[in-house]
């Protein structure tokens, strides 16, 4: 069939984008669902700095690509072997598919998957082809979902079946901003009721990370950015404290925090943002990282102070989730009123409109916004 879809080719685009126009809006074949594999028609997808990135060179991915991982939309298809599936189900898109057979998936670690790592790398699908081209040949899935686009053919073990009450245009958030902001705090740094909790780096995912420490019941949240219009936000959104990112900020915030925090998430993507985030966290506690630098970056770590003062430093890729697990749990905060997550979301934009958006999002004065691709 044939599709709309937010192309990238070229990496040498310069921002503002809106000029340099680095993703085209193609028409473009995609191919019929195979085996293990469902065609969804996209309703709703955010944008992410995991997309910026691609855009801007700091994750090299495969060329042509169609980018968009961050989506929700409808069941169209479904291909051979699809059985836990009907057409007109409502599902989100989960950017790392788990194949349910690695070590990392038999040990109920998904978001480690071997096999859904390597795909990503390569840009397919999980079960290894691609269903995307045009008359030159493939273009690249990105993470397996190429959600900037009217329809979308994913491996089953992307998708995550949602009650259809919840509306896409919200539903969209929680395969990604919501799974990894979250995920990050109640999963990986598992904060318990009455500890403190600072963020550093208030994008989207930053700021799910704040609601989390909320849901999790933190007794204090420092809310830490550049930017004023997020401190704002992060204050509306719970925060009990918040800094501006200049000056000495760990000692700031170990002054609102007597000594520090208990547990400290960087969601920055910087050398300097996580290194101040360790600096900020107390003796004996932990700093979660989900941030995303340039490859190849290296952070020096005080090795005495790692031992000496039990401190725990920890990666954390999708919120350590089990997605199947997480997004419905996640979901029914949200409907109970103690995730409210549709505060994120900035504004609304078509797929034509696609560069303007990652302008704004460059520019920081976005925290989610969502393009419609249906009414």
Do not use: W
Request: charged share 20%; glycine share 12%; with cysteine.
């Amino acid at each position: 069939m044939k599709i709309e879809a937010a192309v990238l080719r070229r990496r040498d685009a310069v921002y503002p984008y809106a000029e340099s126009r680095p993703l085209a809006i193609e028409t473009i074949d995609l191919d019929p669902p195979g085996r293990g594999e469902v065609l969804v028609r996209i309703a709703a997808a955010g944008l992410c700095h995991s997309d910026l990135s691609v855009i801007n060179g700091d994750r090299a991915r495969p060329l042509p690509m169609a980018l968009g991982h961050e989506a929700a939309g409808v069941v169209e298809a479904l291909g051979e072997g699809v059985e836990d599936l009907v057409t007109g189900d409502h599902v989100v898109m989960v950017f790392m598919p788990s194949c349910g057979h690695c070590l990392p998936c038999a040990g109920g670690r998904p978001a480690l998957c071997e096999p859904g790592a390597a795909a990503n790398g390569a840009g397919t699908l999980l079960g290894g082809p691609t269903r995307l081209r045009d008359r030159d040949g493939m273009i690249h899935h990105h993470l397996g979902c190429s959600a900037f686009a009217t329809h979308a053919v994913v491996s089953r073990r992307s998708l995550v079946r949602i009650d259809p009450a919840l509306p896409l245009t919200e539903a969209a958030l929680f395969g990604c901003a919501v799974l990894t902001g979250v995920g990050a705090v109640v999963n990986t740094a598992r904060v318990t009721a009455g500890q403190s909790v600072a963020v550093v780096g208030l994008g989207g995912v930053g700021l799910a990370a704040v609601l989390g420490a909320m849901a999790a019941g933190a007794s204090q949240i420092v809310a830490v950015d550049l930017l004023e219009d997020k401190l704002a936000l992060a204050r509306h959104l719970g925060a009990t404290d918040t800094v501006m990112a200049a000056g000495d900020t760990a000692a700031a915030v170990r002054s609102l925090t007597d000594g520090g925090c208990d547990v400290v998430v960087e969601m920055a993507g910087s050398v300097r943002a996580l290194a101040a985030a360790v600096a900020m966290t107390r003796r004996g506690g932990i700093t979660v990282t989900a941030g995303l630098p340039p490859a190849g970056t290296a952070l020096p770590v005080d090795i005495v102070s790692l031992v000496a003062e039990e401190r725990t430093l920890k990666g954390s890729y999708i919120g350590t989730c089990v997605p199947v697990r997480d997004i419905p749990r996640y979901v029914a905060l949200y409907r109970a009123g103690r995730l409210p997550v549709d505060r994120l979301v900035s504004g609304y934009l078509t797929l034509a409109d696609i560069n303007e958006g990652f302008d704004r999002l460059q520019e920081g004065h976005a925290v989610r916004q969502i393009v419609r691709m249906t009414p």
